[in-house]
Nanobody, 124 residues
Framework: QVQLVESGGGLVPAGGSLRLSCAAS????????TGWFRQAPGKEREFVAS????????FYADSVKGRFTISRDNAENTVYLQMNSLKPEDTAVYYC?????????????????WGQGTQVTVSS
């Protein structure tokens, strides 16, 4: 069993930056790929970024490429999402999720454990 807790959300002006953290419990977390997803009001949950268990492979949604960076520290059981050049359309609840596989996936249905989410609001 893995439990995930996100932190680092908040209110930021357009063009600003935030770093989200996803802290995990469970010794097997370092073997699992982990992703970030987001959900805006009235919209479906969408993929943002994912990172393989080793950190060597990273996937990004086209909408965040060049602005967001996903990373992980397996010694600390934590995955990060550095978000730069934020836009109002990035406003959403951001969720961390991990899957019982070392490889990445874009699909929310392939993730087994989810955090409660952290709100990110970007003002124009």
């Amino acid at each position: 069993q893995v439990q995930l807790v996100e932190s680092g959300g908040g209110l930021v002006p357009a063009g600003g930056s935030l770093r989200l953290s996803c802290a995990a419990s469970g010794r097997t977390f370092s073997n699992y790929a982990t992703g970030w997803f987001r959900q805006a009001p009235g919209k479906e949950r969408e993929f943002v970024a994912s990172i393989s268990w080793s950190g060597r492979t990273r996937f990004y949604a086209d909408s965040v490429k060049g602005r967001f960076t996903i990373s992980r520290d397996n010694a600390e059981n934590t995955v990060y999402l550095q978000m730069n050049s934020l836009k109002p359309e990035d406003t959403a609840v951001y969720y961390c999720a991990t899957r019982r596989s070392g490889s990445n996936s874009y699909s929310p249905s392939e993730y087994d454990y989810w955090g409660q989410g952290t709100q990110v609001t970007v003002s124009s």
